[in-house]
């Protein structure tokens, strides 16, 4: 059994920056970030394998967010600059313990967080 608590959601004016934080319980083979806006479902943000490789990104956020990882502290932290209002979601932290080729599936994930609200105002 793997927790994520995460951390770093807020209200923030377009354009500006947030940091999120998910620290896991244990090791895990991938992390990644999702997120859901109201009335929509739930889409991959980013990703990454704590071993070795670069991280994965939605075309939406791609220049904009990026994923980074301390495996020292099992953490991974997701900075999102210039943050536009359909930024605007609750983001869940999720942890893989096995490999699969698709990542941004939310069923290749065993573990979620319990998510923390992003608010980007126009």
Request: glycine share 10%.
């Amino acid at each position: 059994q793997v927790q994520l608590v995460e951390s770093g959601g807020g209200l923030v004016q377009a354009g500006g920056s947030l940091r999120l934080s998910c620290a896991a319980s244990g090791r895990t083979y991938r992390m990644a970030w999702f997120r859901q806006a109201p009335g929509k479902e739930r889409e991959f943000v980013a990703g990454i394998v704590w071993s070795a490789g670069n991280p994965n990104y939605a075309d939406s956020v791609k220049g904009r967010f990026t994923l980074s990882r301390d495996n020292a502290k099992n953490t991974v932290y997701l900075q999102m600059n210039s943050l536009k209002p359909e930024d605007t979601a609750v983001y869940y932290c999720a942890a893989a313990l096995t490999y699969s080729s698709n990542y941004v599936r939310m069923g290749s994930y065993a573990y979620w967080g319990q998510g923390t609200q992003v608010t980007v105002s126009s």
